[in-house]
């Protein structure tokens, strides 16, 4: 049986935020509550699915988070490595034609999961029915930095002539040119900087009483419902 949703959003942000405070629940370290979200994950790709959202981008790992304690960093750089290989072999990825992407600065993870996150993006760069953006060493004004900086060289090199600078040059130089229609962060009120650019009209959903490893299909489907009963104004 098909969803019944009327109107699903094109492009889904999420902002995946109370892994830590989950663990502490539990009584154990931190850092384990990392392994809950990356199954969560994988959950959500799967409603997304289900539901006919095309595009997914999950903000995953900012560049404040590069300052974790490093027991915490060094689990979570064999998480990412483990998880990214895992998905190397999920057949689903040529099967439903998945395009993987890591949008930030990504150079700045250690060679191991930094290897494996260009070989992903390698294996399915021609796939173009689903679209997974995970958002890595990501900030939203290092993202307009690093446009401006693109831009700049490509003025200095004469490629582009400054009067040729307008908002579609300016997103075309951006990590992603896609825009959300619809975000969601568990565990805080507040975007911490995720597709400031992109983002500026989307449609926001917090759940500040959920933690990222207890978001459920119910909830899902819940933000599902409420992004279909508002109407869109685009500034208007």
């Not at 191991?112 to 760069?125: A, D, R, S």
């Not at 700049?152 to 300016?170: A, C, P, R, V, Y």
């Amino acid at each position: 049986m098909e969803p019944s949703i009327s109107n699903v959003p094109k492009h889904l942000g999420i902002i995946l935020d109370g892994n830590r405070r989950f663990s502490k629940r539990l009584m154990m370290k931190p850092w384990k509550g990392h392994e809950w979200g990356a199954k969560k994950v994988e959950a959500v790709l799967d409603w997304c699915k289900e539901y006919g959202i095309k595009e997914t981008t999950f903000y995953a790992f900012s560049i404040e988070n590069f300052d974790r304690p490093k027991k915490e960093f060094d689990f979570l750089m064999k998480l990412f490595e483990k998880e990214f290989r895992r998905m190397l072999s999920d057949e689903r990825l040529e099967k439903d034609k998945i395009k993987v992407n890591f949008i930030g600065r990504i150079s700045m993870f250690p060679k191991n999961p930094h290897e494996v996150m260009e070989e992903l993006m390698e294996k399915t760069k021609d796939n173009d029915q689903l679209i997974v953006n995970f958002a890595m060493a990501y900030g939203g004004r290092a993202e307009i930095i690093d446009a401006t900086k693109k831009i700049s060289q490509k003025i200095k090199e004469g490629k582009l002539d400054i009067d040729q600078i307008n908002e579609e040059t300016f997103s075309k130089s951006l990590y992603i040119e896609s825009e959300p229609d619809l975000i969601i962060r568990t565990s805080e009120s507040r975007l911490s900087g995720f597709l400031l650019w992109q983002g500026s009209y989307a449609e926001i959903i917090f759940l500040p009483n959920k933690l990222w490893p207890e978001f459920e299909k119910e909830d899902f489907i819940g933000c599902l419902n409420e992004y279909s009963r508002r109407q869109r104004r685009f500034g208007k």
